[in-house]
């Protein structure tokens, strides 16, 4: 691979390359991108209303007295 660039000016290795792989695969990219994304933001989802759980459940067993539903 280093063979095919050597001799070649530098912003055809450090612009024009980049530039072409991102016309190529830029949708790709963008999809991988927006479900990691998507995906993280669903976990944090989770995390929010698992914790928010605990928490009321935690408080109402210490509020009631019988300690039982």
């Known amino acids: 691979m280093r063979e095919i660039f ?3 000016p530098w ?3 450090w ?3 980049p530039v072409i792989a991102l016309l ?3 949708g790709l990219i963008a999809s991988v991108v927006g479900f990691v994304v998507g995906l993280l933001f669903k976990v944090l ?3 929010a209303l ?3 759980l ?3 459940v ?3 067993m210490s509020s009631s007295s019988g300690g039982g539903w």
Do not use: E, N, S
């Open 11 to 13: 912003w055809v290795k």
């Open 50 to 52: 698992v914790g928010g």
């Open 45 to 47: 989802i989770f995390v």
């Open 24 to 26: 190529v695969f830029g």
């Open 58 to 60: 935690r408080r109402f």
């Open 6 to 8: 050597t001799g070649l």
């Open 15 to 17: 612009v024009a390359v």
């Open 54 to 56: 605990v928490y009321i």
